[in-house]
């Protein structure tokens, strides 16, 4: 009979193997702790699959453990050591332009919100010379994402 070990922390699939049989009672097979005879999906790339031993059940969960992980609040860059989707305040891509576009869509950020501000003084004054300039920075700094 074949058996589906996982990790004892993160209950992910490690791999299968044989049991052995129970000395003591040769029509029983012997299942160690963190194993189970209900056999794992597929691997798919990106997911690993963690067992619920509640409910008797593999279940799938992004992993995007060793790639780069930027925090837009701080802008730290670490390689993600966590399971599942990423956290709120995290984005996932290449270390340098993640950064790099990050910092510009801050910058567009702040120009959205001057802009707002430009459009109200434009209606009450009919002058678009100020709405006209952060539209021109903001298309100055599209151009620069890469």
């Keep these: 009979m074949k058996i589906y070990n996982y990790k004892y922390d993160t209950k992910e699939f490690l791999n299968e193997q044989i049991a052995k049989i129970n000395p003591l009672k040769k029509d029983e097979f012997l299942l160690p702790k963190n194993s189970t005879t209900i056999k794992p999906p597929l691997k798919e790339k990106g ?4 067992y619920n031993e509640n409910i008797k059940k593999w279940e799938k969960f992004k992993d ?4 780069y992980i930027h925090d837009i ?3 730290d860059s670490f390689i993600c050591d966590y399971i599942g989707e990423l956290k ?4 996932l891509g290449k270390e ?5 576009n990050f910092d510009i869509y801050l ?4 120009i959205d919100k001057k802009k707002v501000r430009a459009i ?3 209606l009450i004054t009919n002058d678009n010379t100020r709405l006209l300039e952060l539209e021109k920075q903001a298309n100055d700094l599209r151009s620069q994402l890469l």
């Design 47 to 50: 997911f690993i699959f963690i």
């Design 64 to 67: 995007f453990r060793g790639q």
């Design 73 to 75: 609040n701080t802008k």
């Design 88 to 91: 709120q305040n995290h984005i």
């Design 96 to 100: 340098e332009s993640k950064i790099h």
């Design 107 to 110: 910058k567009l950020d702040e």
């Design 120 to 122: 109200t003084d434009f």
